[in-house]
Structures are given as C-alpha cells and as structure tokens.
C-alpha cells in the first residue's frame, strides 16, 4: 500500500528552503517558495525521506547540503 505525503522542508532557524529536492515516493519532487512538498506513492510504513538543496552562491547556498528525516 502507498499514501501520499505532506511535508515542509526548512533551514535549522526555520526559514522555509524553496527549491530543495525531496526524495521518498514515486519520483523526486521540489519545494516550493514556503518549503511545501507533496509526495506521490510513499510506501506504508516505516520511511525515509530525504532532501537536498543544490549549490546556489547567489542565494549564500555556497556547497550543497543534505538531509532525511
């Protein structure tokens, strides 16, 4: 069985992380300008999620980082 979850992903001060990409169902998906996410065919259970945000200078993202929950 699947489910579809959602979710928000954010900085450790809370500020909202648009753009990040977020892994655990049926394809990738990406934030949006709030952090906001939706996640098609999460498998039931116990899971992972994963997300990561691209290396962006301009916006002082200067490597790129990476976390799950």
């Known amino acids: 069985a699947t489910t579809q979850l959602f979710g928000r992903v954010q900085f450790e001060d809370g500020r909202p992380a648009p753009t990040a990409l977020v892994a655990g169902g049926l394809t990738l998906v990406r934030t949006d300008e709030q952090g906001n996410f939706a996640l098609e065919g ?13 290396r962006n200078p301009a916006v002082g993202i200067d490597f790129p980082r990476l976390g799950s929950a």
């Open 42 to 54: 999460v498998p039931v259970g116990s899971r992972t999620i994963s997300a990561g945000l691209e």
